[in-house]
């Protein structure tokens, strides 16, 4: 009854060995079909800072400069993404907190929005864009001894600003 997906996970150990590994979605966005563009942000709950981009790792990688900034722990897209440019950084600035796994997609022009909250502490973030999709890369760390089960869970709220 809500305007909400909720993704359970569950992972039990039948094993004889520590399974130890990340998990996290791509969360492909694309709201209201529009194209990434600068009616496009995300808010952030830790101080983004953008580390790394890959060239090697897709052809058509570019810095996210000029296309995006971050301000007031915001990535905000400055202009229309290029359909030749895709953009991909590894993230830091988040710390221990359960409340830095969470963030909210914005479309400035519809005031669509999507928010996403996790219940468990990241391991990682990594921000990956092109012309058709918006993706804030939430990764949690996974250690499971034998016998064991570990849980976890996201949440996506959608909503109109």
Request: charged share 20%; hydrophobic share 35%; aromatic share 16%.
């Amino acid at each position: 009854g809500k305007p909400e997906l909720v993704i359970s996970y569950s992972l039990e150990n039948m094993g004889t060995q520590t399974l130890v590994a990340e998990q996290y979605n791509h969360n492909f966005f694309t709201i209201d079909n529009e194209y990434i563009g600068e009616n496009y942000e995300l808010e952030l709950f830790f101080p983004p800072v953008f580390e790394t981009f890959h060239p090697e790792k897709f052809n058509r990688q570019r810095s996210f400069m000029p296309y995006s900034k971050i301000q007031d722990n915001k990535i905000i897209v400055l202009q229309d993404v290029d359909v030749d440019v895709g953009i991909f950084s590894i993230m830091s600035g988040f710390g221990n907190s359960v409340s830095h796994h969470h963030g909210i997609i914005r479309n400035k022009r519809t005031r669509a929005c999507v928010d996403i909250k996790g219940d468990t502490r990241l391991a990682g973030f990594h921000f990956w864009t092109d012309i058709i999709t918006f993706c804030p890369e939430f990764f949690i760390g996974i250690s499971v001894k034998p016998g064991e089960t570990q849980n976890w869970k996201r949440i996506y709220t959608f909503y109109e600003e």
